[in-house]
Nanobody
Framework: QVQLVESGGGLVQAGGSLRLSCAASGRTFSDYDMGWFRHAPGKEREFVASISYNGVRTSYADSVKGRFTISRDNAKKTVYLQMNSLKPEDTAVYYC???????WGQGTQVTVSS
């Protein structure tokens, strides 16, 4: 069993930055990859970024590449999403997840104003 709790969302102006955190508990955090997805109103949920269990490999959606950075601290059982140069189209609820599992957090709202 894995529990995931996101934090760090909020309201920011376009061009600003936010850092999301996802704290995990339960199974050994360092055993599994982690990912971030987002869901905007009227759109399907979409992949944002992922990171391998040891932090060596990362992957990003084209829409966020060069602006967002995913990282993890296995000692703190936490995965992060640093979001820079935010755009209004980044507005969504952001979820962390263990890829290819049923483990999802409750989500944190990110709103970017123009």
């Amino acid at each position: 069993q894995v529990q995931l709790v996101e934090s760090g969302g909020g309201l920011v102006q376009a061009g600003g930055s936010l850092r999301l955190s996802c704290a995990a508990s339960g199974r050994t955090f360092s055993d599994y990859d982690m990912g971030w997805f987002r869901h905007a109103p009227g759109k399907e949920r979409e992949f944002v970024a992922s990171i391998s269990y040891n932090g060596v490999r990362t992957s990003y959606a084209d829409s966020v590449k060069g602006r967002f950075t995913i990282s993890r601290d296995n000692a703190k059982k936490t995965v992060y999403l640093q979001m820079n140069s935010l755009k209004p189209e980044d507005t969504a609820v952001y979820y962390c997840t263990v890829p290819r599992s049923n483990y999802w957090g409750q989500g944190t709202q990110v709103t970017v104003s123009s």
